[in-house]
């Protein structure tokens, strides 16, 4: 995350080189954190509290969302924090 431009980058390495990949504003003042899943990115904002979601490039979702949410500075995938089911 870029947090004085409000933004957030990916890059891929290429014959041993980084290449940008994708470049995004963040829609809230410094993204603080973040987390993927189902074709978006879910962005926390420290400054302002705004969690934001953004698509992700070659996703069928193409909404964006703010949402006021105080003091949010971490996102965590649901699923991914679910203890797995027991056998």
Sequence with gaps: ???GH???ASFAVVDGRLRSMWWEKTGGSS???FAAGDGVL???HEKDG???TLPLPGAPVTERRRR???G???VLDA???RPAPED
């Design 68 to 70: 006021r949410v105080p």
């Design 6 to 8: 409000d933004s957030v």
């Design 31 to 33: 993204p603080r954190h």
């Design 79 to 81: 699923d991914a924090a």
């Design 72 to 74: 949010a500075a971490f």
């Design 42 to 44: 879910v962005v926390a």
């Design 1 to 3: 995350s870029n947090r």
């Design 50 to 52: 705004i969690v934001a």
